[in-house]
């Protein structure tokens, strides 16, 4: 079931969204200060490609809680209410679930992305 999920994923716009993301993490990158966002856009692309089968361990220390605060206040609010959005519109059709959880993973992954690992399920 994953593997359908993730190509069906892929194709309904899965890669769009996380070849935007490498895109953002490359030039987030391309500056000293901007390497540890850059990484967490990676962190992004990855689940954008293929969330399904893919699991989310949130832990960290000071500084991921003080790195997450950054975020969330810059980039991390406007980002879980869009894929909680979308989530809640996939939602609505029975069809549409299993794409709306998917979001609504991406959703609190946007909130606290620093200290986060992205575990895959076998």
Do not use: H
């Not at 359908?4 to 953002?24: E, T, Y």
């Not at 790195?67 to 069809?95: D, R």
């Amino acid at each position: 079931m994953n593997i359908l999920g993730n190509v069906l994923w892929f194709l309904c716009g899965g890669f769009f969204s996380g070849l935007s993301w490498l895109i953002s993490g490359v030039l987030w990158c391309i500056t000293i200060v901007g390497i540890p966002y850059g990484k967490q856009c990676f962190k992004f692309a990855s689940m954008s490609f293929a969330p399904f089968g893919k699991d989310i361990e949130y832990g960290g220390s000071v500084p991921s809680l003080i790195a997450n605060i950054i975020w969330v206040i810059f980039f991390g609010i406007p980002m879980a209410i869009t894929n909680a959005t979308w989530g809640c519109v996939l939602c609505i059709t029975i069809i549409g679930i299993p794409f709306g959880l998917q979001f609504f993973k991406i959703a609190r992954l946007s909130l606290t992305p620093f200290g986060a690992q992205i575990i895959t399920n076998k």
